[in-house]
């Protein structure tokens, strides 16, 4: 069992920038691929960015690609999404997800945790 908490969301102006915090429990947290994924009102949650179990590998949905990154700091339990130059069409519900020995899906149906989401607002 693993439960994710996300942090960090909150109201920015376009073009500014925050980062996202996603902290899990438990000893095995190496071992899942880490992914972000968010869902705008009345939108289907759509994905955002993931990482590997190993870090080694990332992905990043096409229109935050260059102003995303992922990272993830397995002393620390942590995944971040660092997010610059926001739009407002970046504004939605942040999820971070859990997915066993994965290699960073797109597909929310791969992930086996979820947090309870984080706010994050981009005014123009």
């Known amino acids: 069992q693993v439960q994710l908490v996300e942090s960090g969301g909150g109201l920015v102006q376009a073009g500014g920038s925050l980062r996202l915090s996603c902290a899990a429990s438990?000893?095995?947290?190496?071992?899942?691929?880490m992914g972000w994924f968010r869902q705008a009102p009345g939108k289907e949650r759509e994905f955002v960015a993931a990482?590997?179990?190993?870090?080694?590998?990332?992905n990043y949905a096409d229109s935050v690609k260059g102003r995303f990154t992922i990272s993830r700091d397995n002393a620390k339990n942590t995944v971040y999404l660092q997010m610059n130059s926001l739009k407002s069409e970046d504004t939605a519900v942040y999820y971070c997800?859990?997915?066993?020995?994965?290699?960073?899906?797109?597909?929310?149906?791969?992930?086996?945790?979820w947090g309870q989401g984080t706010q994050v607002t981009v005014s123009s």
């Open positions: 997800a859990a997915d066993w020995l994965g290699g960073g899906s797109t597909r929310n149906g791969e992930y086996d945790y």
């Open positions: 990482i590997s179990w190993s870090g080694g590998d990332t």
């Open positions: 438990g000893r095995t947290f190496s071992m899942y691929a």
